[in-house]
């Protein structure tokens, strides 16, 4: 696949594929993946202590790591949620304690910290679709993990999580598209970069 339309159009049909099979998991098997992710990252992710995380409100299906993310606060200097402010533009992080009553913000109406309160993460747990072994992660389609990534002066560790069943050979990755140092699913972690 050479032309962007193929790339698109393969990769709109895989996101609708991916998103399927996922939302098809049992609760009972999201859990266990969710439990299995969170004690992968407390053995290999990057050092948390002092750190400033990036995480995300699980949607659709995606792995919870709210509890994982609400253990690491006592040693980290912040956690953060991603918000889209504007459309197509970069996201921003907005402080996020275990005590923060989430709101509907933003284009999509994410669970989202109430006041702007704005943190620049070391370390990014990033939501996955898909994802390959060289760490190129296949999102929603909007692109604003890229985008805000791009964007950033300096740029944090980034670890894509997500389910094994998004494993592929390739997303056929694009010069917009930024790979993850590491990738962790339930069944292990991949190092990238």
């Avoid at 040693?75 to 533009?89: F, I, N």
Wanted: proline share 8%.
């Amino acid at each position: 696949m050479d032309e962007w339309s193929d790339v698109h159009g393969w990769r709109q049909a895989e996101r609708k594929r991916l998103l399927a099979e996922r939302r098809a998991l049992r609760r009972s098997v999201r859990r266990a993946c969710a439990a299995a992710v969170a004690q992968l990252l407390a053995e290999h992710a990057p050092p948390l202590d002092g750190a400033r995380i990036g995480f995300y409100w699980p949607i659709k299906g995606e792995i919870d790591l709210v509890g994982f993310v609400r253990s690491a606060l006592p040693k980290a200097d912040a956690a953060a949620l991603p918000v889209v402010v504007e459309r197509w533009r970069p996201l921003e992080f907005w402080r996020w304690t275990a005590r923060t009553e989430l709101v509907a913000h933003g284009i999509w109406n994410i669970p989202s910290p109430p006041e702007r309160v704005l943190v620049q993460p070391d370390v990014v747990l990033v939501p996955l679709l898909g994802f390959d072994r060289a760490g190129y992660r296949l999102g929603y389609g909007g692109g604003y993990y890229d985008r805000t990534l791009d964007a950033m002066a300096s740029r944090p560790i980034c670890v894509g999580v997500g389910h094994d069943l998004g494993r592929l050979d390739t997303i056929h990755p694009q010069p917009h598209d930024i790979p993850m140092d590491m990738i962790v699913t339930e069944s292990g972690v991949v190092r990238c970069r």
